[in-house]
C-alpha cells in the first residue's frame, strides 16, 4: 500500500497544502494504476503523513486544552449510548453461550466466570474498538474533509493556526482519554447482562455467578484491555482524522473516504488486537 | 510591498503558473483578472505560503515567503487576511466567535478588547445584529461580509481577495464592492483581488494586471489599463463585446 511513498526528511513533514498536494497527489509514486489504486495510496499515504503530522505537533505549544476538553464530552457523549447497547448485547450473547455449554458439560456454575473472561478480556474491547471506529472515525473524517473542501483548514492557516494542533490533536487524545471510560461503561452493560439472562435463563444465582467470575478475573485482564482500549483509540482517531485532513475531491470522494475511513479502521482494530494478543500471550502480561 | 519574481506552480501533469511577475504597490488595490481556471487564486495560494512554488521568489516586506520555515510562515501570515471564494468560516461557531476566533486563540486581547473590536468590524461590515448567528443562517454576501470581518480583526497590513463577488446576486455584488473600496480608502491596506468580474475590476482597481498563460500579460494603473489600446482593455471589454456580437449573430 506505501510502495512509492516517499516522506520527505524530518521537518518536511509538517504539511499544509503545499506539502500534502505534492507528496500525496500521485507524482511520486512511480507505478501508474487504476484510480481506486491511486485513492487507496492516497489513503495510506494520509494516514501515514498524519502520524508523522500528529508527533511533530503534539509537543509544541500551544496546546490546545479548551479544545480538548471540547472533544473530550462531545466523544464521551456520542459514544455513550452505541457501546452501552453494544455491552448489552455482548453480555447477553456471551453469557447465553457460556450457560449453553455449562449445561451441556455439567459446568453451569463456572458459565459466569467463562461469560465475563471472555467479555471483559476480549469481547468489549474488540466490538467497542469496532463500533468507535464506525461511529466516531467516520465522523472524524467526514468533519474534518468537509471543512478542508470548504478551504476552513486552509483558513486556519492564514491566521496562524495550525490546523493539526487545532483540530487533529483534541480529537486524538480526547479519544485516548475516553476510550477505556466508554469502554468501562460497556463492561459494566456486559456484567449486568450477563448476570440477568443467566439468572433468568440458566437459574445461576448473582452469588454463585459472582464468586466463580472472582476466581478467574484477575486486575491485569482489566488492565491490559484498557491500554489496548487506548491502543485503538490512538490508531483509529489518528487514521480518521489523516484521511479528512488530506482529502481531496467534492461530496462523491468524501463519502468515498468515509467508506475507507470504516474499512482501514476495522482492519487496523483486527491487527491491533492479533499483534497484542500474541505479545500477550508470549510475555503473559494478562497473567502477570 | 508584496513582490513576486518567476514564479512558477505546477500540480502533476499540469502547469499553472510559468513566469508570474508582479509588484503589489503599498496602499493600492491590485486587480488581477483573467479568465476561470488560469491560476489566479493558486497564485494567492502562493503567495500566503499554502502551496509552495518549484521556482521563482515571493517576498513581502522583504522577507522571503518561498521555502520558508513553518514558523517563519505562520509569523509571516499575521501580516495578511484573506478572503476565501466561498468565505470559509466556521460553520460550528457563531458569526461573534468567527471574528473573535483569531484574537481568542492568539490571546492577544482581554475579553472586553476582544468584544469591542468585534462589534466594531461587525459594523462596519453592517452585521452587527447577526453576531449570534451561525454560518448557516446566512446568505452568501453576508457570509463574504463576515470573512471580510474576520481577515480584518487582526489588522493586517495586506488583504488578499479571491473572487470575492463570484456566485452573488448583482445587489449582494455592489455590497461587498462597496465594503471593499471603503475598507481601501478608510484604512489604507494593501488589497490584492483575483477575479473576473469587470464590473467589480471597474470599481475597486488602482492597478490592474492580466494573468494569461501562467504570466502577467499585461499591468497598469487603471486608466491606462481601461485605455482603448491596452491587452487588458481587449481582453476584457473587446473580447467579451465580440463574443456577445457573435453569440447575438448567430442566434
Known amino acids: 500500500m506505501f510502495a512509492g511513498l516517499h516522506l520527505p526528511r524530518s521537518g518536511a513533514f509538517i504539511l499544509d497544502t503545499a506539502g500534502a498536494s505534492s507528496l500525496l497527489s500521485g507524482a511520486s509514486m512511480s507505478r501508474p494504476s487504476s484510480e481506486a489504486a491511486r485513492e487507496w495510496r492516497h489513503a495510506g499515504a494520509s494516514t501515514a503523513s498524519m502520524y508523522a503530522n500528529f508527533f511533530f505537533w503534539l509537543f509544541r505549544e500551544p496546546f490546545p486544552t479548551r479544545q480538548l476538553g471540547q472533544q473530550f464530552v462531545r466523544v464521551i457523549l456520542d459514544g455513550f449510548g452505541i457501546l452501552a447497547v453494544a455491552g448489552i448485547v455482548e453480555g447477553a450473547m456471551f453469557a447465553w453461550l457460556a450457560g449453553w455449554y455449562g449445561t451441556k458439560f455439567s459446568v453451569i456454575n463456572w458459565s459466569g466466570a467463562a461469560s465475563l473472561y471472555l467479555l471483559l478480556s476480549a469481547a468489549t474491547t474488540l466490538i467497542g474498538a469496532m463500533m468507535f471506529a464506525a461511529k466516531l472515525g467516520t465522523a472524524f473524517t467526514v468533519e474534518i474533509g468537509s471543512m478542508q473542501m470548504s478551504g476552513q483548514l486552509d483558513a486556519l492557516r492564514l491566521m496562524a493556526v495550525e490546523p493539526t494542533q487545532y483540530i487533529v490533536i483534541p480529537r486524538v487524545l480526547a479519544s485516548i482519554l475516553s476510550f477505556p471510560l466508554l469502554k468501562a461503561i460497556s463492561d459494566v452493560c456486559a456484567i449486568a447482562a450477563a448476570i440477568l439472562l443467566s439468572r433468568l435463563w440458566f437459574d445461576i444465582s448473582v452469588p454463585v455467578f459472582l464468586q466463580h467470575a472472582q476466581l478467574v478475573l484477575k486486575h491485569t485482564i482489566l488492565t491490559t484491555s484498557y491500554i489496548r482500549c487506548a491502543l485503538h483509540a490512538f490508531f483509529i482517531s489518528v487514521n480518521a482524522c489523516g484521511l479528512g485532513f488530506y482529502f481531496e475531491g467534492g461530496a462523491i470522494e468524501l463519502g468515498r473516504t468515509t467508506t475507507k475511513s470504516v474499512v482501514i479502521n476495522l482492519i487496523c482494530v483486527l491487527i491491533i488486537d492479533t499483534v497484542y494478543g500474541v505479545m500477550d500471550s508470549v510475555f503473559g502480561w494478562s497473567t502477570l | ?251
Open chain 2, 1 to 251: 510591498m508584496i513582490r513576486a519574481r518567476g514564479v512558477r506552480f505546477a500540480f502533476p501533469g499540469r502547469t499553472v503558473l510559468e513566469d508570474v511577475t508582479i509588484d503589489i504597490e503599498e496602499s493600492l488595490t491590485t486587480v488581477i483578472v483573467g479568465r476561470s481556471g488560469i491560476g489566479k487564486s493558486v497564485f494567492l495560494k502562493c503567495i500566503t505560503g499554502l502551496l509552495r512554488p518549484q521556482a521563482g521568489s515571493i517576498t513581502i516586506d522583504g522577507e522571503e515567503v518561498v521555502g520558508a520555515s513553518k514558523p517563519r510562515i505562520l509569523a509571516i501570515r499575521r501580516r495578511i487576511g484573506m478572503l476565501f471564494q466561498e468565505g470559509a468560516l466556521f460553520d460550528s461557531m457563531t458569526v461573534y466567535e468567527n471574528v473573535a476566533f483569531p484574537l481568542v486563540y492568539h490571546k492577544l486581547a482581554s475579553a472586553r478588547e476582544i468584544d469591542r473590536r468585534v462589534m466594531a468590524y461587525l459594523d462596519l461590515v453592517g452585521l452587527r445584529e447577526y453576531a449570534r448567528a451561525t454560518p448557516q443562517e446566512l446568505s452568501g454576501g453576508m457570509k463574504r461580509k463576515v470573512a471580510v470581518a474576520r481577515a480584518m480583526i487582526l489588522e493586517p497590513r495586506y488583504l488578499l481577495y479571491d473572487e470575492p463577488t463570484a456566485g452573488l446576486d448583482p445587489s449582494s455584488s455592489a455590497v461587498v464592492e462597496s465594503m471593499i473600496r471603503r475598507l481601501q480608502r478608510e484604512r489604507a491596506i494593501t488589497s490584492l483581488v483575483v477575479t473576473h468580474d469587470i464590473d467589480l475590476t471597474k470599481y475597486i482597481a488602482d492597478h490592474i494586471a492580466l494573468m494569461e498563460d501562467g504570466r502577467i500579460s499585461a499591468h497598469a494603473a487603471r486608466e491606462e489599463a481601461f485605455a482603448e489600446a491596452s491587452a487588458i482593455y481587449e481582453h476584457f471589454i473587446e473580447n467579451r463585446e465580440r463574443i456577445r456580437a457573435e453569440n447575438g449573430s448567430q442566434g
